[in-house]
């Protein structure tokens, strides 16, 4: 098979996992983000002339493109791509967007050595013979579609702060020159459900024109992770009352 050679040992492993960790980071983001609006004072931005939640106000009426830098479980910190929706307010201070980004990178070596493990054991059960497999370099690429409400605050000179949550399907496809149409290969390839939570900040610079900052936890089965993300939004359409322009 060109995998198995050798005896191998099993290392153990322990210690507070990456997923606790980056979910810690998300937390303080978000107590950070709160802490905020409370000491400048926010006050929730009103959409014109709703009393309750509706669909009046539900339109595509801007974009946005980000780049980010994610840290996921399991996977090398990388870059990602994106772009985002906006799709209007579904009542007081309630937005609603949709978007996509996209990241690829290696699996760290000890994830990779798990699944080599795991081999080596399906193969000393079958024959009794104990083997080293070897699965070189294997890459992880996700390609997530998002859908976010989020809630919205206005701080003073003009900024608008905001948290969300949203569900997230997730599009992942391993490769690797070893793993090459085997059933790792299929293990990898996979469409998963991910929910998130998110914060941001958005700064007007030009009439239509915004910059955007956003911290986001993706929490998806086998590879959470912590993404940071900067991007440019341009809105043509209609503004709710208190939103800058």
Same mark, same amino acid.
Do not use: C, H
């Given at each position: 098979m060109g995998l198995l050679d050798r005896p191998s040992s099993r290392p153990s492993g322990g210690g507070l996992s990456v997923a606790a960790r980056l979910l810690g980071a998300a937390?303080? *983001?978000?107590?950070?983000?709160?802490?905020?609006?409370?000491?400048?004072?926010?006050?929730?931005?009103?959409?014109?002339?709703?009393?309750?939640?509706?669909?009046?106000?539900? /339109?595509?009426?801007?974009l946005m493109l980000d780049v980010g830098y994610v840290m996921p479980d399991g996977v090398e910190n990388t870059r990602s791509l994106g772009a985002r929706?906006?799709?209007g307010f579904l009542g007081p201070g309630v937005r609603v967007t949709a978007g996509f980004s996209r990241w690829s990178s290696r699996l760290e070596r000890?994830? #990779?050595r798990s699944l080599e493990e795991s081999l080596?054991?399906?193969?000393?059960?079958? /024959?009794?013979e104990e083997v080293q497999v070897d699965l !070189?370099? *294997?890459t992880l690429t996700d390609f997530a579609m998002n859908a976010d409400v989020h809630m919205i605050? /206005?701080?003073?000179? !003009? #900024?608008?702060? $905001?948290a969300g949550v949203g569900g997230t399907a997730h599009v992942m496809q391993g490769g690797g020159? +070893? *793993?090459?149409?085997?059933? #790792?290969?299929?293990?990898?390839?996979? *469409?998963r459900a991910g929910f998130n939570v998110h914060a941001g900040v958005e700064v007007p610079v030009a009439a239509g024109f915004r910059v955007v900052g956003e911290?986001?936890?993706?929490?998806?089965?086998? +590879?959470? $992770?912590?993404?940071?993300?900067?991007?440019?939004?341009?809105l043509w359409g209609p503004r709710m009352s208190g939103e800058p322009r």
């Open positions: 937390v303080v *983001i978000l107590g950070v983000v709160f802490a905020l609006l409370l000491l400048l004072g926010a006050a929730p931005l009103k959409a014109q002339g709703l009393a309750d939640f509706d669909y009046e106000n539900l /339109t595509f009426r801007g929706m906006d799709l000890d994830r #990779v080596e054991s399906l193969v000393f059960d079958q /024959t009794g !070189g370099r *294997i605050w /206005t701080v003073p000179l !003009g #900024v608008l702060t $905001y020159e +070893s *793993i090459e149409d085997t059933f #790792v290969d299929d293990l990898l390839d996979q *469409i911290g986001r936890w993706e929490l998806v089965q086998n +590879s959470p $992770y912590l993404q940071l993300r900067i991007g440019g939004q341009y």
